[in-house]
């Protein structure tokens, strides 16, 4: 089955550790994005891609990077640099294209910093 | 600039009919759509509007106005499962590809 796979779902740090979360999909999905979401508000774009080896910053990039070495996956790593990286994270992918498309979500991770 | 409003929250009893309204202010609007989320869990694909009009699924519509900025989604025949956040969300046309901006989620609370 297609999809996009993130893990793990739950994830606990260390303050001042650096920490990747991995997302993978199958489903031949030219962009990919990762978004932020804190309890009772929307989802908040971090990174995207387009196509491999390019990436942009979304709305809140910083303390976060990326990397886009193959087409099927887009880890994102959370630095010690993110003032408040607790949060749930969403990883999606979508047909890159002019037109708006569906995005697919994966699963999410709940990172939770101590 | 991409601002989206949505009401925080909404109540209903089940098996009524409840609109959750969006609008937006953004400028390379390319569509919107709406999602599901329940709690702890990702999104899930609602519906799509590119067009100005009514796009009905089984108990859900969404209905599209590009001249006002605003959209609703309706849900009938409310069942209790339907008590999750509903997200709108507008993709936003760059240069040749598109992101998606999403609102703060209307919780949608079904009561017996």
């Known amino acids: ?114 | 600039g991409q601002n989206i409003d949505q009401p925080t929250e909404m109540t209903a009893t089940e098996g009524a009919i409840v609109q959750i309204n969006c609008t937006y202010q953004t400028s390379g609007f390319n569509g919107l759509f709406w999602y599901q989320q329940h709690a702890g869990e990702a999104p899930t694909f609602l519906s799509y509007n590119v067009l100005d009009g009514l796009e009905e699924k089984g108990r859900f519509s969404s209905f599209l106005s590009r001249s006002k900025g605003y959209s609703y989604l309706l849900l009938k025949e409310l069942q209790m499962k339907d008590s999750a956040s509903y997200l709108c969300a507008v993709s936003f046309r760059g240069s040749g590809y598109s992101t998606l901006t999403f609102g703060k989620g209307t919780m949608l609370l079904v009561s017996p």
């Open chain 1, 1 to 114: 089955d297609g999809g996009i796979t993130q893990s793990p779902k739950y994830l606990f740090r260390k303050e001042g550790q650096n920490v990747t979360l991995s997302c993978e999909q199958n489903l031949n999905h030219d962009a990919m994005y990762w978004y932020r979401q804190d309890p009772g508000q929307g989802l908040r774009l971090i990174y995207y891609s387009q196509i491999v080896n390019d990436f942009q910053k979304g709305d809140i990039a910083e303390g976060y990077s990326v990397s886009r070495e193959k087409k099927e996956s887009f880890p994102l790593t959370v630095t010690s640099a993110q003032k408040n990286p607790t949060a749930f994270y969403l990883c999606a992918s979508s047909i890159r294209g002019a037109r708006g498309t569906e995005a697919f979500f994966g699963q999410g991770t709940r990172l939770t910093v101590v």
